[in-house]
């Protein structure tokens, strides 16, 4: 005798609780929660010193002076009080993460930390002013350095070479003699073939121009004398043809010029020596082993 059949629908709320009970996230939480409370029990407020945090009149201080900087004014009451509830949240994650080893085998945090330990060796070595015999010495050691870069100033005609071809050259002759019978006034604008450059150039460095034209048209440029059309001189572009206004030539500077950026220069390597010397009297402190990668490959054998 066959059993009669059944139908019976399983109700919405207790499949959608058995998907949750399924969900990753869920057990992520309550691991999380489990975690927070094993760490509750073992460190309980009344009984571990550590857990207490002092906000001192000096925090205070400088709470309001920091407001004060970022807003121009002082914080109200209750400002000031969430920045005092800001610093207390933050000193329990930052002790809470620390108790956790969140900080530790973490690269981010280790550079911050190396460049705390840098900032406060550099303090703590106090660094003095240098002399003006410092800035003397320093200025003759690292002349190219500070040296001022030529300046030119000059108005060019461009001639297409993949233009004009075989009468480039031609062109060139005919078009410099126009110009030179003009002088300094002729426009170069109104002259040659169009360029997506300026046709003028003032006080530019012979670096710039170099980067611009190319190093032979640098190289030529610097040759030319100031006060007439001359040409052709050959680019990564073609042919220009070119009147010089002004020359200034490359000079090596006096310290009263450039002091400010000779102190610079001066205060930021005797910071990298400064560095460099208590991280190698640190090192002699420590027992340093570097497996080398044959030992390691003749392991795995």
């Known amino acids: 005798m066959p059993y009669p059949r059944f139908s019976y629908e399983v109700p919405e709320d207790h499949l959608y609780m058995k998907r949750l009970l399924k969900d990753p996230l869920l057990h992520f939480l309550l691991i999380?929660?489990?975690?927070?409370?094993?760490?509750?029990?073992?460190?309980?407020?009344?009984?571990?010193?550590?857990?207490?945090?002092?906000?001192?009149?000096?925090?205070?201080?400088s709470l309001k002076a920091n407001f004060a900087r970022t807003w121009r004014r002082p914080p109200t009451e209750s400002e000031l009080?969430?920045?005092i509830e800001d610093q207390v949240r933050?000193?329990?994650s930052y002790r809470e993460a620390v108790a956790m080893g969140l900080d530790q085998n973490d690269r981010v945090i280790r550079k911050r930390l190396r460049m705390k330990m840098e900032l406060l060796a550099e303090d703590m070595a106090g660094l003095n002013a240098p002399t003006e015999e410092d800035l003397k010495r320093f200025l003759a050691e690292n002349r190219a350095t500070f040296r001022r870069e030529a300046q030119i100033s000059f108005k060019h005609v461009y001639l297409n070479s993949d233009r004009r071809g075989a009468k480039v050259q031609s062109d060139a002759r005919e078009l410099l003699s126009e110009l030179s019978t003009i002088g300094a006034i002729a426009d170069a604008q109104f002259y040659g073939d169009s360029i997506?450059?300026?046709?003028?150039?003032?006080?530019?460095?012979?670096?710039?121009?170099?980067?611009?034209?190319g190093k032979s048209f640098s190289r030529d440029l610097l040759q030319v004398e100031p006060g007439a059309w001359t040409g052709p001189l050959r680019s990564s572009y073609g042919l220009h043809l070119v009147f010089m206004h002004e020359h200034i030539a490359a000079s090596d500077p006096e310290l009263a010029e450039v002091r400010q950026?000779?102190?610079?220069?001066?205060?930021?390597?005797?910071?990298?020596?400064?560095?460099?010397e208590i991280y190698r009297t640190l090192r002699k402190q420590y027992t340093i082993t570097i497996e080398s990668q044959i030992s390691d490959e003749s392991n795995k054998k």
Do not use: C, H, Q
């Open 32 to 61: 999380g929660a489990a975690l927070f409370l094993v760490f509750g029990m073992v460190k309980s407020p009344a009984e571990n010193p550590e857990n207490r945090i002092v906000i001192t009149r000096g925090d205070i201080d």
């Open 81 to 83: 009080e969430s920045l």
């Open 90 to 92: 933050d000193e329990i």
């Open 196 to 213: 997506m450059l300026p046709k003028e150039f003032t006080r530019e460095y012979a670096g710039n121009i170099e980067r611009v034209f």
């Open 261 to 276: 950026e000779v102190e610079r220069e001066w205060i930021a390597k005797r910071r990298k020596e400064v560095k460099e």
